[in-house]
């Protein structure tokens, strides 16, 4: 059995230690607000690899930069009007744009694009990591590529915990969906390449101008292919089968192999073994919040089968289906 790193909880002391191994060239464990990252110095062709390589990523797929703040992003990039308004409403947040770089952020940072995903975080102990060190962070989610997405540190532990010396556990985090995506490379035709926390609507009005979305078609332009748009990604081993509400109530009871995954909790009458919910509420953050811990967990456990509600197609639950779609895609 192969050691498995330690995890860090968040002391100044901590922070310290993990900024020294980004300082000399490790890459490290990192809570944000959507996901849990993989970090490492966004300028050094050398880490860049590294994080391509402990995620098993093809060097294809550009990874995100991560700043302090809004003007550190801007040494590296081409700036527009659109950027400003943007970071200006949701920065630091769950939002990552996509806009011309400059020289200095390395080409496989970015697979060869002359445009480079940029985010400023706002989980506090990303930022007083960031704020620690004279670098951005390069950070993709950390699971094994293909894989769900982390939202706790132990899931970081359990699936790359043997090729990393250190993750920094920030506790759950608050999303539990990776940063909407919006392309803005020509600031007069914005378009959304991934759905996320920060809806169309919001990014629309911010801008006061329809923003497309192109979650569906960037897979096609093989420039601006993102992973996110692959169309099998965020993957359990169990199989994922999508289905209504009806669909649920009515389908095959569930059983040692299947699970059923209601939105939100049954009446009692309907409560059986194998039977999980994602929230108490029926409230969409708090559905977003528990989906890949409550996938991971079932995972474990061993079903084989997934059966799973779809969200209604409104604000997050469109970032929900997006990526209950990937896990159910074969
Ligand atoms: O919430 C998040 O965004 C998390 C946390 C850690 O910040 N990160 C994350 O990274 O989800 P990752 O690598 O798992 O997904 C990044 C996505 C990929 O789909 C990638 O293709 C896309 O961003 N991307 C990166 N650079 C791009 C570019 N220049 N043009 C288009 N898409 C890009
Ligand atoms: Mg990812």
Not at 54 to 68: M, T
Request: with cysteine.
């Amino acid at each position: 059995m192969p050691k498995l790193c330690n995890l860090y909880s968040p002391t100044a002391a901590n922070i310290k230690l993990c900024a020294n191994l980004l300082r000399g060239g490790d890459v490290v464990g990192v809570p944000t607000e959507t996901v849990y990252g993989l970090a490492g110095n966004a300028l050094s062709h050398d880490c860049a690899h590294k994080i391509f390589n402990v995620k098993g990523r093809p060097l294809i797929d550009p990874l995100i930069v991560h700043f302090a703040d809004t003007a550190a992003a801007k040494i590296h990039i081409v700036n527009n009007d659109a950027i400003d308004k943007l970071a200006a409403v949701f920065w630091p947040g769950p939002l990552t744009m996509v806009v011309g770089k400059r020289a200095s952020i390395p080409d496989l940072i970015t697979a060869g694009l002359p445009s480079v995903a940029i985010r400023v975080p706002q989980h506090p102990v990303f930022r007083k990591l960031l704020q620690q060190v004279d670098f951005p962070l390069a950070a993709p989610s950390a699971n094994p590529f293909g894989y769900v997405s982390p939202t706790l540190a132990s899931h970081v532990q359990r699936t790359l915990g043997n090729k990393i010396k250190a993750i920094l556990d920030g506790g759950p985090c608050n999303f539990g969906l990776e940063s909407t995506i919006v392309d803005l490379r020509d600031p007069a035709r914005p378009a959304i390449l991934r759905h996320g926390p920060i809806t169309q609507e919001q990014l629309s009005q911010a801008l006061d101008q329809l923003v497309a979305d192109h979650s569906f078609t960037a897979g096609e332009n093989q420039a601006q292919s993102a992973p996110g748009q692959l169309s099998k990604h965020y993957s359990p081993n169990a199989q994922v089968q999508l289905l209504s509400a009806e669909e649920i109530k009515t389908t095959t009871p569930p059983d040692s192999h299947c699970a059923h995954i209601w939105l939100s909790k049954p009446c009692s009458q309907d409560i059986t073994p194998h039977i999980y919910w994602l929230s108490e509420s029926s409230a969409l953050d708090e559905i977003a919040h528990n989906l890949f811990e409550l996938i991971q967990r079932l995972d474990q456990q061993g079903y084989s089968t997934l059966k799973i509600e779809f969200a209604p197609e409104i604000g997050i639950g469109q970032a929900i289906n997006d990526r209950l779609r990937r896990a159910a895609a074969k």
